[in-house]
């Protein structure tokens, strides 16, 4: 069975707000990489949606008629589990593949 070195990379809180981050390489089978890999990208798609609509959403912020139309688009923007909530409708919207849902 060959392995494949992987890194991990973790981050650190270092003095204050200074951060740095270190990598710890991880002995994986060529399927683990794949599967890492795949898992990796699903990530990465998430959160390039979730930043895409967080945007849009600021924008319509910004530019909202009223107060009640503010406060909705608020409740999703800048509460803790608001954007989260929204993860779901995009990978339906966004049809992922099963692999990625």
Do not use: C, F
């Amino acid at each position: 069975m060959i392995k494949e070195q992987m890194y991990y990379i973790a981050g650190l809180k270092q003095r204050g707000d200074m951060k740095s981050a270190i990598k710890i390489p991880l002995q994986v089978t060529p399927e683990q990489a794949v599967l890492l890999d795949a898992q990796s990208k699903i990530a990465n798609w998430l959160y390039n949606k979730l930043l895409e609509t967080a945007n849009d959403l600021r924008k319509q912020y910004r530019a909202a008629p009223d107060q009640e139309r503010r406060n909705q688009i608020g409740l999703v923007l800048y509460t803790e589990r608001g954007l989260r909530n929204l993860i779901p409708g995009l990978k339906r919207a966004m049809r992922m593949p099963h692999a990625m849902a």
